[in-house]
């Protein structure tokens, strides 16, 4: 393995450390302890300088699935390298709204807007805030 992709391996479990602790919205449980996120759940490729988020709601419905977005997005807004695309989806059949919850979140203007919203902002700061865990 060459050195690049060593340190993208190292950049991939970096994030995957820094997210790890973000609270589901439902349940008094982080992402990983509800295996939402594993360190299989980011994809680095520096070529395409993109960086792929996916992540598993726990049900096929579930209803907090673009809040659990929102909250990654947030965490991660200031921490990865400006010249890196960020890409956060829903795993492949892991959601019955599987295309519209991504399309939310990766639309700019949506995801700023949502932030926007006071309940929901509140909602996502209590999920990378909480001192619960």
């Known amino acids: 393995m ?3 992709a060593v340190d993208l391996l190292k950049f991939g479990i970096m994030l995957i450390h820094f997210v790890r602790d973000i609270r589901d919205p439902e349940h008094p449980y982080s992402l990983e302890q509800l295996s939402v ?3 299989e759940s980011i994809t680095v ?11 598993t709601p726990t049900i096929q419905h579930c209803s907090m699935a673009t809040v659990i977005g929102l909250c990654l997005r947030e965490k991660l807004k200031n921490h990865f390298p400006p010249h890196f695309k960020v ?10 709204d599987e295309e519209s919850v991504n399309k939310q979140l ?3 203007e949506r995801v700023a807007a949502a932030m926007e919203n006071p309940n929901l902002r509140q909602l996502v700061d209590e999920c990378l805030y909480s001192s619960e865990l």
């Open 2 to 4: 060459s050195k690049k």
């Open 37 to 39: 996120l594993s360190e």
């Open 45 to 55: 490729d520096e070529k395409l300088g993109r960086i792929l988020i996916t992540f």
């Open 87 to 96: 890409d956060i989806k829903v795993a492949p059949g892991s959601h019955a």
């Open 106 to 108: 990766n639309d700019k």
